[in-house]
Nanobody, 121 residues
Framework: QVQLVESGGGLVQAGGSLRLSCVAS????????MGWYRQAPGKQRELVAV???????NYADSVKGRFTISRDNAKNTVYLQMNSLKPADTAVYYC???????????????WGQGTQVTVSS
């Protein structure tokens, strides 16, 4: 059993900052890519940022220069530092990770329960 637990969401004014954290725990052999996704009301879930075990990153164009993804491999934790927040960033933010629970199986994608980020104007 693998769990991903996010924390750090909340209400912030436009221009403010928040830092999200996500910890993967349970029967984990290793964690591959980890990422953050978001879903606003009435919209599809979209990729925000992803990071590999080696530290390579990829960002959605809408957050480049404002958000920074990082990870601590020893703690199976991924972070999302969000600066210069805009009302358009309001969404439920989900953590996702590719997890290997045993070397006899390929990585499986796990998801957190989501954390609400609300940016007021």
């Amino acid at each position: 059993q693998v769990q991903l637990v996010e924390s750090g969401g909340g209400l912030v004014q436009a221009g403010g900052s928040l830092r999200l954290s996500c910890v993967a725990s349970g029967s984990i052999f290793s964690v591959k890519a980890m990422g953050w996704y978001r879903q606003a009301p009435g919209k599809q879930r979209e990729l925000v940022a992803v990071i590999t075990t080696g530290g390579s990153t990829n960002y959605a164009d809408s957050v480049k220069g404002r958000f920074t993804i990082s990870r601590d491999n020893a703690k199976n934790t991924v972070y999302l530092q969000m600066n210069s927040l805009k009302p358009a960033d309001t969404a439920v933010y989900y953590c996702g990770a590719g997890v290997i629970v045993t070397t006899s199986l390929p990585p499986y994608d796990y998801w957190g329960q989501g954390t609400q980020v609300t940016v007021s104007s």
